[in-house]
Nanobody
Framework: QVQLVESGGGLVQPGGSLRLSCAVSGFTLVYYGIGWFRQAPGKEREGVSCISSSDARTYYADSVKGRFTISRDNDKNTVYLQMSSLKPEDTAVYYC?????????????????WGQGTQVTVSS
């Protein structure tokens, strides 16, 4: 049974940092592309940062470039999203997602398996 479980969300002040984790089970992480997505109230779900399975190519949305870093530890079956210099507009529910065959990185419809999400709130 495929499972993805996010953790690490919370309330942080502007300029602060958080590290999100996505623990996966039921499949071998090394063979899957993984993505972090977010959805704010009233907005569509958007791709934040994604990493491919084979060559570890990464993608970052323009809004997070230079501030967020995605990484994967295949031995621990865990994917991380290090978020720094957080802004109020980063406030959203963050989801991790996985798929074996990703053609278009960070496009939500390309990913079949999703976690339940973790809330990130950036506010003073």
């Amino acid at each position: 049974q495929v499972q993805l479980v996010e953790s690490g969300g919370g309330l942080v002040q502007p300029g602060g940092s958080l590290r999100l984790s996505c623990a996966v089970s039921g499949f071998t992480l090394v063979y899957y592309g993984i993505g972090w997505f977010r959805q704010a109230p009233g907005k569509e779900r958007e791709g934040v940062s994604c990493i491919s399975s084979s060559d570890a190519r990464t993608y970052y949305a323009d809004s997070v470039k230079g501030r967020f870093t995605i990484s994967r530890d295949n031995d621990k079956n865990t994917v991380y999203l290090q978020m720094s210099s957080l802004k109020p507009e980063d406030t959203a529910v963050y989801y991790c997602a996985a798929d074996r065959w990703v053609q278009r990185m960070c496009v939500p419809s390309e990913y079949d398996y999703w976690g339940q999400g973790t809330q990130v709130t950036v506010s003073s």
